[in-house]
């Protein structure tokens, strides 16, 4: 069965970092392009980087130089290190798997929540 | 690319049809396939999103097939054909188009 477990989520204070990571299971993480989309509270869904299954990177605009997207082959795990946060990044965060290049996201792991709060 | 959903919440009665639209501001139709770079998805309350639609038109395996997509370019749409108890959720159409790949705003559907 195909799996994506998120976790490393928290409370942070603004200015500080967070590494979210991504436990993939029954598939070959490098062999895909995975995501993360994240999803303020009460709002809508909004792509936040992805790495392409050769390992192209790319972000939005918004996280672009203090976000970075990577993964770990032999531990099947993709992560996203989080620096220099605001409030604007409080969101869930997904990591979303893309079939077969860029493509539709599918499926989407359950999410872990990111607070940054004084 | 901004994907505009229409309308942002919707009521229908159990039985009846419900339709979604979606409109990106410029082609995610590509010339070298013929394929459409869009994709549908709904979120329930405390769940992630689901896949429902790719390719505009493709119903991904198990999704009911009272859920239909259609539309080509730059216009969308996803239709419910007989609204059961269990399709309340937000849907939300996204582009695969290009970077960054952009969703609508959502649109709630409830019941009537």
């Known amino acids: 069965e195909v799996q994506l477990v998120e976790s490393g989520g928290g409370l942070v204070q603004p200015g500080g970092s967070l590494r979210l990571s991504c436990a993939a299971s029954g598939f070959t993480l490098s062999n895909y392009w995975m995501h993360w989309v994240r999803q303020a509270p009460g709002r809508g869904l909004v792509w936040v980087s992805r790495?392409?299954?050769?390992?192209?990177?790319a972000y939005a605009d918004s996280v672009r130089g203090r976000f970075t997207i990577s993964r770990d082959n032999a531990e099947n795990t993709l992560y996203l290190q989080m620096n220099s946060l605001g409030a604007e990044d409080t969101a869930v965060y997904y990591c979303v798997r893309a079939e077969g290049g860029p493509n539709w996201f599918d499926p989407w792991g359950q999410g872990t929540l990111v607070t940054v709060s004084s | 690319i901004v994907m505009t959903q229409s309308p942002d919440s919707l009521a229908v009665s159990l039985g009846e049809r419900a339709t979604i639209n979606c409109k990106s501001s410029?082609?995610?139709?590509?010339?070298?396939?013929?394929?459409?770079?869009l994709a549908w998805y709904q979120q329930k309350p405390g769940q992630p999103p689901k896949l429902l639609i790719y390719?505009?038109?493709t119903r991904e395996s198990g999704v009911p097939d009272r859920f239909s997509g259609s539309g080509s370019g730059t216009d969308f749409s996803l239709t419910i054909g007989s609204l059961q108890a269990e399709d309340v959720a937000v849907y939300y159409c996204q582009q695969y188009y290009s970077t960054p790949y952009t969703f609508g705003q959502g649109t709630k559907l409830e019941i009537k």
């Open positions: 390719w505009a038109s």
């Open positions: 410029q082609s995610v139709l590509s010339s070298s396939n013929n394929k459409n770079y």
């Open positions: 790495i392409s299954s050769d390992g192209i990177t």
